[in-house]
């Protein structure tokens, strides 16, 4: 087929481009014709709340990617739509990540339909997004009257989706691994690159830090004497998306700064796997979500998880095989780490990660895609 995805990519750095990169690889490499149309103004500089949205890895190899698309210019939505259209791709695939992304992509599809042979597809992040808006609502709703078809990887969103539309075709799939993040370290090796105790006992909160991720939950059960005790650290590795002053003030009044390391910067693609490899066990504290590419990285390091029963995080860690889930309850988080400990669990935990991978492979996507096709 003749493939083009409208989304983030690079320039651009994280998941969303990771994900879309992953998915023309896997086309390109079952001989399907690819390529990716991406941003020259993804977000206004005063709506993104980290301090870049650009990568300074190198570009992917292999991917024709064109920048073209301004978030905020609907003369341009039209002009991209009109030449996507003028390509007739067979697919065209969207990454639907955000409200304020619906009018822009929204359009774009509108226009394209216009050539009567392109079939569009739509990989659904969120529908309603985590962090509310005015107008989130509006923006969904037609942004799903332009598309024909949705992939949902959680099955809340793909619930949250009869909100808008209850007749055109939908397929479950869950979030495939992230595999491209180099391959798995040592413990040790891991711990030596990032200077940490080769015997020490350390759990991982990775990703950008937004309020609905709750670490402020996770602060406050690393300040549980237990934990304390069993000198248990955690590794915070990733970019604060708002103010870092409550988190940092919390640290200081728990006490437990010596129990914390701070990562605070984006973490690099390429770093991606000694922040994965160094841990016993990673943690996803979140108050709410749909899926998470945290989780699928953990899958791919072959690393336990700690994850709370919100969105669909329950629905591919399952409790008691792989890792925990619990409630994003402070106490329920602090127990579950004990008891990871306590119990030696490690060894446990990780054969059945090993096991459990399996089930998300980047062919399990495109096979969806397909299913809606036909």
């Known amino acids: 087929m003749k493939i083009i995805i409208v989304g983030t990519a690079y320039p651009y750095r994280g998941g969303l481009s990771a994900f879309n990169e992953r998915l023309a690889y896997e086309y390109l490499n079952r001989g399907d014709e690819v390529e990716i149309y991406t941003f020259t103004l993804q977000y206004p500089s005063f709506l993104f709340p980290g301090k870049t949205q650009y990568s300074d890895e190198p570009a992917p190899q292999g991917l024709t990617i064109h920048r073209r698309i301004n978030s905020i210019n609907p003369l341009n939505w039209m002009r991209v739509g009109r030449e996507i259209a003028r390509k007739r791709p067979d697919l065209l695939v969207t990454k639907f990540w955000l409200p304020f992304m619906a009018p822009c992509l929204g359009t774009i599809e509108r226009r394209v339909r216009r050539n009567h042979h392109t079939r569009i597809v739509s990989i659904l992040d969120n529908i309603i997004p985590h962090e509310h808006r005015p107008g989130d609502r509006l923006f969904a709703r037609y942004f799903v009257r332009s598309t024909d078809a949705f992939i949902a990887m959680s099955r809340s969103v793909l619930d949250d989706l009869n909100l808008f539309d209850t007749k055109k075709p939908r397929q479950f799939c869950p979030h495939p691994l992230y595999d491209h993040y180099g391959y798995i370290l040592s413990k040790d090796e891991a711990r030596r690159i990032l200077g940490l105790d080769p015997d020490g006992r350390y759990i ?126 402070v106490q329920q988080i602090a127990d579950a780490i004990v008891r990871y400990y306590d119990q030696n669990l490690e060894e446990d935990f990780t054969l059945g990660v090993r096991q459990e991978k399996k089930k998300y492979l980047w062919t399990n996507m495109t096979t969806a895609i397909d299913n809606l096709l036909k």
């Open 204 to 329: 991982l909160f990775f990703g950008f830090i937004r309020h609905y991720k709750g670490l402020d939950l996770l602060l406050d059960a690393m300040a549980d004497p237990r934990i304390r005790q069993r000198n248990i650290r955690l590794i915070v590795a990733g970019e604060f998306y708002g103010d870092s002053k409550p988190y940092l003030q919390q640290i200081e009044q728990l006490g437990i700064a010596d129990s914390i390391k701070l990562c605070t910067d984006f973490i690099p693609d390429s770093q991606v796997n000694r922040y994965f490899c160094a841990a016993d066990l990673v943690t996803q504290p979140y108050k709410s979500a749909t899926q998470s590419g945290v989780t699928q990285i953990a899958f791919h390091f072959e690393r336990p998880m700690l994850v709370t029963d919100v969105g669909g995080l329950a629905e591919i860690v399952p409790d008691g095989k792989i890792g925990f889930v619990v409630q994003p309850d």
